[in-house]
Every structure is written in C-alpha cells, then in structure tokens.
C-alpha cells in the first residue's frame, strides 16, 4: 500500500534509524553513519514509490533497487522488515556469521534484495542491465541505484553511465546519497570530486538535486523522474552522514565503526525524542 502522508513517511524513516542503531550496536560492527543518511530515502522508495509486494518479492513487473553503497546494508535490512520481507527478529543477528544478514546484502539469501553489492562502483552497471532488460522484455519495471558521492569516484560508475545514457534509460533512476564524506575525510579532499551535477549532466543525464531528509522534496523528484522521457534521470539527495543522531552527524569517523553502550543509549534517546 502506498503511504502518502508524509508525518507517516517521516516516522518510518525514524524507525529504519533506529533499527539502524540497534543493528550496529548488537553487531559493534557496521557502517552507522552513510546508513543513517540514506534512510529517508529508502522510507520514500518503498513505501511512497516503487511497485513491490513483499508477498511476491520475484514477481517479473516488479520495480528493481540496487544498494550499490552496499555497506548501508543496515538501512536496506530496516527497510525491508519494515516492509514485511522478513521477520524483525532477524535484525538481532546483523553480521553474525550464520546469519543471512551479513555486512553486504546479498540477493541469494535475503528477500527483497535485488542484487548482492558491496565491491563499490559496480552496483550502476547492474542496475544499467536490468534497465536494459527491462526495455528489451517489456517489463515496464523502474530501476532505482542508491551510490554514495565517494563511490561516484569509481571509474565503472562513469562507464556505466554512459552507457545509460547512450540507451536512453528514462527507466532509470539513480541517487547520489550527497553527504560530503567518506571513509578518510571529506570527497572533495580524498580525490577532488566536485561539481556532481554537472559531471551527470554531461554524460546525459536529467539532474535535480534535493534535501535528501526532505521527504516531500524527495516525493516529488521521483515523480518527476518518472515522467522524463528517453533520458536517464539521477537525484543528487544532499544529505548528512550520521543524521538523527548528533555526535555522528557530519562525522568521517562514524562512516563504520559502532556505539559503546554510552552513545548507544544516547543514540536511542535523540532517535526516538524526534
């Protein structure tokens, strides 16, 4: 069922945020802060706009998404037991190793997943071939990528996107989570990525750019998205690493490691406060 309002898409974004804490914290392993930045995102995708039913999580018609940030995974994980894949329960074994939630997400093993990523940059080319294959088979499914902006320092990331363009995939959608860091500092110091969306603009892409926590600014991206004809579109969603959360927020540092049992409960404390 599609939730239109957007208090009710706020709150589910909170509640991926706080199972994002709780995944990490009972791990003391993951990525808290890019997961924590992308949430609102994923509260959007799947409760606002993408044809899925959890109940046929291998139906043909079904709109596709690829984590090509794979280490978000504690935010897909959220995600999609918030939405009914799987039980709740599960989340309590995040990166254990017989669990099916391991540190990547991966697509033989974890319903609602799409594609197994985590090796960054190659997450677009899937998503670019499943665009393709929709348009050959006439699917008339919609393909979203998640990328962080320090991924889109992948060269593949470029290649892949020429070739989106090249084939006119107004089908796809591609989001740049824009929060300005990643594992060693700030994009524009670990390899001078700058002008995001010029650079998409120039290899033919459709560009708007939007708060990423803005869930009514984020709704009407990807309606319009929808709506653009024979070119690929790509949301540059400016974001903050470790949103929710406030000794996290904009700090490289939070990028994968987890709580101690202090800033856990503090943690908690601010997410549910909200």
Not at 140 to 156: K, N, T
Request: proline fraction near 3%; aromatic fraction near 6%; glycine fraction near 10%.
């Amino acid at each position: 069922m599609k939730i239109t309002k957007v208090e009710a898409l706020e709150e589910i974004a909170r509640e991926i945020r706080t199972e994002i804490i709780e995944e990490v914290y009972q791990a003391q392993s993951g990525h808290p802060g890019g997961s924590l930045s992308c949430s609102d995102i994923l509260a959007v995708l799947y409760f606002n706009q993408m044809n899925i039913d959890p109940k046929k999580p291998g139906a043909k018609e079904r709109d596709r998404f690829v984590l090509s940030k794979g280490h978000g995974a504690a935010a897909l994980y959220a995600t999609l037991t918030r939405k009914g894949y799987f039980d709740k329960e599960l989340l309590k074994d995040f990166r254990k190793v017989e669990s099916i939630l391991q540190g990547h997400p991966d697509m033989k093993k974890v319903p609602g997943v799409d594609m197994s990523t985590g090796s960054l940059g190659q997450g677009l080319s899937v998503a670019v071939g499943m665009a393709i294959g929709s348009k050959l088979d006439s699917a008339g499914c919609r393909v979203y990528c998640l990328v962080g902006d320090g991924e889109i320092e992948e060269g593949q990331i470029w290649e892949a996107a020429m070739c989106a363009s090249k084939n006119k995939l107004d089908n796809l959608c591609v989001v740049v989570d824009h929060n300005g860091l990643q594992i060693d500092g700030r994009i524009e110091e670990v390899a001078g990525l700058v002008d995001i969306k010029e650079k998409f603009e120039s290899f033919g892409f459709y560009t708007l750019t939007v708060d990423g926590h803005n869930v009514e600014a984020l709704i009407g991206a990807f309606d319009t998205a929808k709506h653009k004809k024979d070119m690929p579109t790509v949301i540059i969603a400016n974001t903050i690493k470790g949103k929710g959360v406030s000794f996290m927020e904009n700090k490289a540092e939070w990028h994968g490691k987890a709580p101690n049992e202090e800033e856990y409960h503090q943690a908690i404390e601010e997410l549910k406060a909200r």
